[in-house]
């Protein structure tokens, strides 16, 4: 089982930055791969980054390319996301979220087996 907690959200105005951050509990945290969702209000939970266990590998959805930075340091359990250039449609409740599957690093919801509770990012324009 590994809970994750997310944290760093707020508001920003439009061209600003925030850095999300997501805490797991448990010993084998270099081994999921993690991902960053978000859903905004009468949307669909969308996929925005997701990285590989050791790193080396990563995904962006086309939306957030050349804005946002997903990164880990497994020495302390966490995954980051950085994100620059913030427009008002990144406004949403971004969710970090662990696949205990070794053989692939997922761009679907459905590729994930645990979920952190959220965290409200809100852009003003």
């Known amino acids: 089982q590994v809970q994750l907690v997310e944290s760093g959200g707020g508001l920003v105005q439009a061209g600003g930055s925030l850095r999300l951050s997501c805490a797991a509990s448990?010993?084998?945290?270099?081994?999921?791969?993690m991902g960053w969702f978000r859903q905004a209000p009468g949307k669909e939970r969308e996929f925005v980054a997701a990285?590989?266990?050791?790193?080396?590998?990563?995904y962006y959805a086309d939306s957030v390319k050349g804005r946002f930075t997903i990164s880990r340091d497994n020495a302390k359990n966490t995954v980051y996301l950085q994100m620059n250039s913030l427009k008002p449609e990144d406004t949403a409740v971004y969710y970090c979220?662990?696949?205990?599957?070794?053989?692939?690093?997922?761009?679907?919801?459905?590729?994930?087996?645990?979920w952190g509770q959220g965290t409200q990012v809100t852009v003003s324009s």
């Open positions: 979220a662990a696949d205990r599957s070794r053989l692939r690093v997922g761009v679907q919801r459905n590729d994930y087996n645990y």
């Open positions: 448990g010993r084998t945290f270099s081994s999921y791969a």
């Open positions: 990285i590989s266990g050791s790193g080396g590998s990563i």
